[in-house]
């Protein structure tokens, strides 16, 4: 099997780097600004700047596969593409492919109605608003999601909505416009994965009430508006359900495969630009009289990065062309393997980066505190490592059972 990319995937690649080098990277330290100016609430106006510019260059909506919206790519197509726009925390959402709101798109596009998708699925494909996904809470272990505790309870022509939700991304944003929020219709079902339904919730509705900002290691509004959501008494109409009570679990599963998978391909352009600026630093510190780079422990953490970086890649690209000719549901294996070990590894290489920078490096004048706090959270979100090497295991001892 041959991942190398297509023609049409070259020139994207092509284009896409080249809008990198004259608008992400030469505005990364005024994004970081922003970040720390304007923080989780407000917009930032670098980001607006940006998106019609990466919109009339036709580097918009990537991520969306066969799609009048988009560039119609396959996982494997849009790997590469991916895997540059994580190079830089500023970049996803300039093209219109950050989380969460890819797989909100995706879920409005596979299981929304017609009006779902004329009221926000389009808005959202226009980049004019953004959106979150409640699906964790405080109160219980998340990473077990048949043990959410919100409730859906239908009184009538509306859904009467209860719970309290934290790490909703985007929620502090105030172009946050809807939220797919995930609870229990009927809890007493014996079959735990048909308790949750999925139903939106316009942000302005009565009862919603955005309660703070979490900081994610001391970094509000980048890389992540982690954020605690209180819903109380929220009313909704019935209409707002997606695709009919108790299918929560399976647009769950639906909506994290590609979360997942392109949260890895990001992660590796992370991890490559760690390893560009550990190669970048060492040769041009002395310490001791001769370059750090010469130092037996630099080259052999820089030989491991691009070991491992290799590894990273071409397990992602692989479960990216299994995704793409068997299925999410087929491919959970090789989804689960890249999930633990892709951020595993890029956190590792950023360590190793930020050590090579000393204590430079635990700033964020050289972008590396930012991505490391990105690449440990992605060792909880969309489901802990604990949880995907259980799932791994049960399915290789299936084997011999």
Same mark, same amino acid.
């Given at each position: 099997?041959?991942?190398?990319?297509?023609?049409?995937?070259?020139?994207?690649?092509?284009?896409?780097?080249?809008?990198?080098?004259?608008?992400?990277?030469?505005?990364?330290?005024?994004?970081?600004?922003?970040?720390?100016?304007?923080?989780?609430?407000?917009?930032?106006?670098?980001?607006?700047?940006?998106?019609?510019?990466?919109?009339?260059?036709?580097?918009?909506?990537?991520?969306?596969?066969?799609?009048?919206?988009?560039?119609?790519?396959?996982?494997?197509?849009?790997?590469?593409?991916?895997?540059?726009?994580?190079?830089?925390?500023?970049?996803?959402?300039?093209?219109?492919?950050?989380?969460?709101?890819?797989?909100?798109?995706?879920?409005?596009?596979?299981?929304?109605?017609?009006?779902?998708?004329?009221?926000?699925?389009?808005?959202?494909?226009?980049?004019?608003?953004?959106?979150?996904?409640?699906?964790?809470?405080?109160?219980?272990?998340?990473?077990?999601?048949?043990?959410?505790?919100?409730?859906?309870?239908?009184?009538?022509?509306?859904?009467?909505?209860?719970?309290?939700?934290?790490?909703?991304?985007?929620?502090?944003?105030?172009?946050?416009?809807?939220?797919?929020?995930?609870?229990?219709?009927?809890?007493?079902?014996?079959?735990?994965?048909?308790?949750?339904?999925?139903?939106?919730?316009?942000?302005?509705?009565?009862?919603?009430?955005?309660?703070?900002?979490?900081?994610?290691?001391?970094?509000?509004?980048?890389?992540?508006?982690?954020?605690?959501?209180?819903?109380?008494?929220?009313?909704?109409?019935?209409?707002?359900?997606?695709?009919?009570?108790?299918?929560?679990?399976? %647009?769950? #599963?639906? @909506? $994290?495969?590609?979360?997942?998978?392109? /949260?890895? &391909?990001?992660?590796? +352009?992370?991890?490559?630009?760690?390893?560009?600026?550990?190669?970048?630093?060492?040769?041009?510190?002395?310490?001791?009289?001769?370059?750090?780079?010469?130092?037996?422990?630099?080259?052999?953490?820089?030989?491991?990065?691009?070991?491992? %970086?290799? #590894?990273? @890649? $071409?397990?992602?690209?692989?479960?990216? /062309?299994? &995704?793409?000719?068997? +299925?999410?549901?087929?491919?959970?294996?090789?989804?689960?393997?890249?999930?633990?070990?892709?951020?595993?590894?890029?956190?590792?290489?950023?360590?190793?980066?930020?050590?090579?920078?000393?204590?430079?490096?635990?700033?964020?004048?050289?972008?590396?505190?930012?991505?490391?706090?990105?690449?440990?959270?992605?060792?909880?979100?969309?489901?802990?490592?604990?949880?995907?090497?259980?799932?791994?295991?049960?399915?290789?001892?299936?084997?011999?059972?």
């Amino acid at each position: 099997m041959s991942f190398d990319p297509s023609p049409k995937v070259q020139e994207l690649m092509a284009r896409l780097n080249a809008f990198m080098d004259r608008h992400i990277y030469p505005n990364e330290e005024r994004h970081v600004k922003e970040a720390e100016e304007y923080g989780p609430w407000r917009v930032l106006p670098l980001i607006e700047e940006l998106k019609p510019l990466a919109r009339a260059e036709g580097l918009w909506n990537l991520f969306l596969p066969e799609s009048e919206h988009g560039a119609g790519l396959t996982n494997l197509e849009y790997a590469p593409l991916c895997e540059i726009m994580g190079r830089s925390l500023l970049a996803p959402e300039v093209f219109n492919c950050s989380a969460p709101d890819t797989g909100n798109m995706e879920v409005l596009a596979r299981y929304g109605t017609k009006e779902h998708q004329d009221k926000w699925l389009r808005p959202l494909l226009d980049g004019e608003i953004r959106s979150c996904f409640a699906m964790t809470e405080p109160a219980v272990a998340s990473s077990d999601a048949t043990n959410i505790q919100s409730a859906i309870v239908r009184d009538g022509d509306e859904y009467v909505i209860n719970g309290h939700k934290w790490y909703t991304t985007n929620a502090t944003d105030p172009r946050c416009k809807i939220c797919i929020f995930m609870g229990k219709t009927d809890p007493d079902n014996p079959n735990r994965h048909l308790q949750q339904s999925m139903v939106l919730v316009p942000m302005d509705t009565p009862g919603v009430q955005v309660l703070r900002s979490i900081p994610v290691f001391g970094f509000y509004g980048m890389p992540d508006r982690a954020s605690e959501v209180l819903f109380k008494d929220v009313r909704v109409p019935v209409s707002n359900i997606l695709l009919g009570e108790g299918r929560g679990f399976e %647009i769950a #599963q639906g @909506r $994290l495969g590609p979360g997942r998978i392109h /949260h890895c &391909m990001r992660e590796i +352009g992370r991890a490559e630009r760690a390893l560009e600026r550990m190669c970048r630093r060492t040769l041009s510190r002395v310490a001791f009289g001769k370059p750090v780079s010469e130092n037996g422990v630099t080259m052999e953490r820089i030989a491991e990065s691009r070991i491992l %970086i290799e #590894q990273a @890649r $071409l397990l992602t690209l692989n479960a990216a /062309h299994r &995704m793409d000719t068997v +299925g999410n549901k087929v491919a959970r294996a090789e989804i689960a393997m890249i999930k633990v070990a892709v951020p595993n590894i890029t956190g590792k290489i950023i360590d190793w980066a930020i050590q090579a920078h000393g204590g430079g490096g635990t700033s964020n004048d050289f972008g590396l505190a930012a991505a490391y706090a990105m690449s440990r959270v992605l060792r909880l979100a969309d489901g802990p490592d604990e949880v995907h090497r259980q799932q791994l295991a049960r399915m290789e001892l299936k084997k011999y059972r």
